[in-house]
């Protein structure tokens, strides 16, 4: 799957256009239309006519790609934080604070009452 984003307008605005295959996508990333329009049209019935001077930008993307990108850095993120607790279980100050913060409830009396006689 392969995505088209085209910046355009002010403000900035994206409109992203979805196609099976890398082809398609490429065919569809320098619009077509003659003059002041350019027009783009993706596989699921997406159409759009842009003003070619108020297009700022276009952005093809491998989808599948993007998808493992997210994942590695998802991944980085896990052992960043890993490495964050090992370094602050070793740091003094914050494994004084983390063993009072991690103290359970209080006692509670059966019956409710506490500590108070009545």
């Known amino acids: 799957m392969f995505?088209?984003?085209?910046?355009f307008g002010t403000p900035a605005t994206p409109l992203?256009?979805?196609?099976?295959?890398?082809?398609?996508?490429?065919?569809?990333y320098h619009g077509t239309g003659t003059g002041d329009l350019i027009a783009f049209k993706d596989d699921f019935g997406q159409i759009a006519s842009i003003v070619?001077?108020?297009?700022?930008?276009?952005?093809?993307?491998?989808m599948d790609k993007s998808a493992m990108v997210k994942?590695?850095?998802?991944?980085?993120?896990?052992?960043?934080?890993?490495?964050?607790?090992?370094?602050?279980?070793?740091?003094?100050?914050?494994a004084a604070h983390m063993r009072t913060s991690q103290q359970g409830p209080s006692m509670i009396t059966p019956g409710g009452l506490n500590g108070r006689f009545s």
């Open 3 to 7: 995505s088209l984003t085209v910046v």
């Open 16 to 28: 992203t256009l979805l196609y099976h295959t890398e082809d398609a996508a490429k065919a569809a």
């Open 52 to 62: 070619r001077n108020s297009l700022h930008g276009v952005l093809l993307e491998d």
């Open 71 to 94: 994942v590695e850095m998802g991944l980085h993120n896990m052992r960043t934080q890993i490495k964050a607790n090992t370094m602050g279980r070793a740091d003094p100050a914050i």
